[in-house]
């Protein structure tokens, strides 16, 4: 490539990469931002004292407003206002985390205590990231909220839209390549196993406005690697779906679901 030319892409590049810089937080503050929130909420630090909670959560608050301002134009959104709503619900935060990790220990007869969840289990971390992610999502807080959430993703391999609607509380079961679709809505004391697909069943931009993901209600159970597929499928509350079921239709309240091919090759093979 000739001088000339080099120079000229070097400025295209710059110039649209500019541009994304301006409207995009830096993804190291806002990882930082959240493990300073979770540290607050969930603490490690056996020096924490009751004097300096106040100052580590003022701290925490003036970091989130500094990562708004940088990237966000406040004519467009009051940051202030966005930012006192998120730290009001922040005890609903805490309340809800709380019932979660309750849940996922009651759940789970390898688990020696609510602590342990807390502070080991991937499951509750992407549940936590996600609530966090939610509230801001309603405080119309844009990108952080994805940014968030990718992390967690990439964390713990739980895939959690923000903008998704989800009950308390909320088990996830080991975790890994479970997907919860943007316009998904899962109801109260819902379990969700590994690999477990909340997805849409069909992928068009023309759709975005348009639910597309389903709907499961309270006290239902997924277990590993189902595909649940569609914004009109409904997931009958009290139901049990088993392990690599694929649905794209509703099911009634208190409904057994389970792959019938399956079943038949592990009874096959097991009388030979």
Request: net charge negative; hydrophobic share 40%; charged share 20%.
């Amino acid at each position: 490539m000739k001088d000339d030319k080099f120079d000229s892409f070097i400025e295209l590049l710059y110039q649209t990469h500019k541009a994304e810089w301006e409207a995009t937080p830096s993804i190291r503050n806002c990882v930082g931002w959240l493990f300073d929130l979770f540290e607050f909420l969930f603490p490690n630090n056996r020096s924490n004292k009751l004097s300096i909670y106040g100052g580590h959560l003022k701290k925490n608050q003036i970091d989130l407003e500094n990562i708004l301002l940088s990237y966000l134009d406040p004519r467009d959104i009051d940051i202030e206002k966005a930012v006192n709503l998120f730290y009001d619900s922040l005890d609903e935060i805490y309340q809800d985390l709380r019932n979660d990790a309750s849940m996922i220990y009651e759940n789970d007869p390898a688990a020696i205590s609510v602590h342990e969840v807390i502070v080991s289990y991937p499951g509750f971390y992407a549940i936590a990231v996600y609530r966090i992610a939610h509230k801001l999502t309603q405080a119309s807080i844009p990108i952080l909220p994805r940014i968030l959430s990718e992390h967690a993703h990439g964390k713990t391999g739980v895939d959690i839209h923000p903008k998704a609607v989800i009950g308390v509380p909320f088990c996830i079961d080991h975790g890994t390549g479970i997907v919860i679709g943007a316009t998904s809505i899962i109801g109260k004391n819902v379990t969700i196993y590994q690999g477990v697909t909340l997805g849409a069943s069909q992928v068009s931009k023309i759709l975005s406005d348009v639910k597309r993901h389903p709907t499961v209600e309270d006290n239902v159970i997924i277990y590993a690697r189902s595909t649940i597929l569609g914004g009109r499928t409904v997931i009958g509350h009290h139901s049990v779906i088993g392990g690599s079921v694929f649905l794209t239709k509703s099911v009634q309240p208190y409904s057994h679901v389970f792959n019938t091919h399956q079943l038949r090759i592990e009874v096959k093979e097991s009388l030979q």
